[in-house]
Each structure stands twice: as structure tokens, then as C-alpha cells.
């Protein structure tokens, strides 16, 4: 069965303090590794989509790598406005999308 | 681009009432779209998955005959909770994915309250 583990389930960050949140997943042929910022009261925002173990990708202050077991989504020098719940989903060939727990970010100023 | 709406943003309705919840793509044609329903503080969890003009396929535990969902089209699929009850009352949020494309792309959600 796949499955999607998420570390911290809580991070608090001091503007400015880069640091690295964790998704650690299980899959059978893995289709793709997928991150979404979510706001409170709001639908997930797509951020990247990770195809194959050592890939990276960038965004303004957010970059996701991958390998064969986890992916990492590092925040470097935060700012409050990246407070958000951060999700990890994977998917495998044939199936559907199975989410993480997702992580919580707390950027304070 | 990959814009999704839903509609209504937020609803109340009593107990024992009907409440359709639309969601649509903007700015490309989604062949498949899914219904995910959401708790205070958790994950999303997937409802059904709906492919334009084909019947939903379900997630296992979720109630059909409750949760109606139609994708008659390529931009437009509706989930109905039926006969709702107060246990009903949660975040559902719609997803829509194109032909050619692994992503799916989130609407921003209803929240449901039923009374």
C-alpha cells in the first residue's frame, strides 16, 4: 500500500532561519511526487512536480529535491507570507493521488 | 493558467436538505476531476474521482447515493450531498486535471455547515 509520512507535522521559523521539511513516501512505480502550499480556509496551490530521484526544482524561496525514498522542500530565508500548510502527495502508475499529513509552517517576523 | 472555481465558497443548509456544489475549470478542459472532503487540521481525503461523461468511481466508505457528482462536461463537474446531516458539515474542496497533464490543479473549497 502507498503511503506518505510527513516531518514536522509543526515547524516554527524566525524570519529569515532557512530550514527543510521532509516527505518520506512508499510507492509501487512512482509516478510523480507532488507539493502544494495550502492556506487556511483555501484550496491547495500547486508548487512542483518531481518526476524521478534527483531532480530538483525551484521557486522563489522554496526547492524541492528528490531521491528513491524522500523528498525534501527547503525554505531559504523565510518570510511570514510562507506561512502555510505544506502538502506532499505521491502517485503511482495506475492510482490515484495519496497525501501526506501535511506540515505546518509558522514564519514569525 | 489551471484555474479552478468552485461555487458557493461557503453554504448552510438544514438537516435533511440538498446542497450541489459546482466546480469548474477556467482556462483548460479537465478530463478527469476529483471531490476530496477535508477536517479541521487533517490531510484531504479523496471522495471520488469523476471522468467527463463517465459514472464517479468512489473511494470506499463514501456513500454514492449521498454524494452525487456529475462531470457532464469538460469544465464543469457538481457533487450534491443528499439528505444531509450535521455530520455532513466539513471543507470540500474539487481538483481537475487535463488530458495530457499528472498535476491536479485545486479549487478553493466549499465549507459546508449543515444544521
Known amino acids: 500500500e502507498d503511503q506518505v509520512t510527513q516531518s514536522p507535522e509543526a515547524l516554527r521559523l524566525q524570519e529569515g532561519e532557512s530550514s527543510s521539511l521532509n516527505c518520506s513516501y512508499t510507492?509501487?512505480?512512482?509516478?510523480?511526487l507532488f507539493w502544494y502550499r495550502q492556506d487556511p480556509g483555501k484550496g491547495p496551490e500547486f508548487l512542483f512536480t518531481?518526476?524521478?530521484a534527483g531532480e530538483e526544482k525551484e521557486k522563489e524561496r522554496l526547492k524541492a529535491t528528490l531521491t528513491k525514498k524522500e523528498s525534501f522542500l527547503h525554505i531559504t530565508a523565510p518570510k511570514p507570507e510562507d506561512s502555510a500548510t505544506y502538502l506532499c502527495?505521491?502517485?503511482?502508475?495506475?492510482?490515484?493521488?495519496?497525501f501526506g499529513p501535511g506540515t505546518r509552517l509558522s514564519v514569525l517576523p | 493558467g489551471a484555474v479552478v472555481s468552485q461555487h458557493p465558497s461557503w453554504v448552510i443548509c438544514k438537516s435533511g436538505t440538498s446542497v450541489k456544489i459546482e466546480c469548474r475549470s477556467l482556462?483548460?478542459?479537465?478530463?478527469?476531476m476529483f471531490w476530496y472532503r477535508q477536517f479541521p487540521k487533517q490531510s484531504l481525503m479523496l471522495m471520488a474521482t469523476?471522468?467527463?461523461?463517465?459514472?464517479?468511481?468512489?473511494e470506499q466508505g463514501v456513500e454514492k447515493d449521498k454524494f452525487l457528482i456529475n462531470h457532464a462536461s469538460l469544465t464543469l463537474s457538481t457533487l450534491t450531498v443528499t439528505s444531509a446531516h450535521p455530520e455532513d458539515s466539513s471543507f470540500y474542496i474539487c481538483?481537475?486535471?487535463?488530458?495530457?497533464?499528472?498535476?491536479?490543479?485545486f479549487g478553493p473549497g466549499t465549507r459546508l455547515t449543515v444544521t
Open positions: 482556462d483548460f478542459q479537465a478530463t478527469t
Open positions: 481538483s481537475a486535471r487535463g488530458r495530457e497533464s499528472r498535476e491536479q490543479y
Open positions: 510507492v509501487s512505480g512512482l509516478r510523480g
Open positions: 502527495a505521491v502517485q503511482a502508475y495506475g492510482q490515484n493521488f495519496v
Open positions: 469523476s471522468n467527463e461523461g463517465s459514472k464517479a468511481t468512489y
Open positions: 518531481l518526476y524521478s
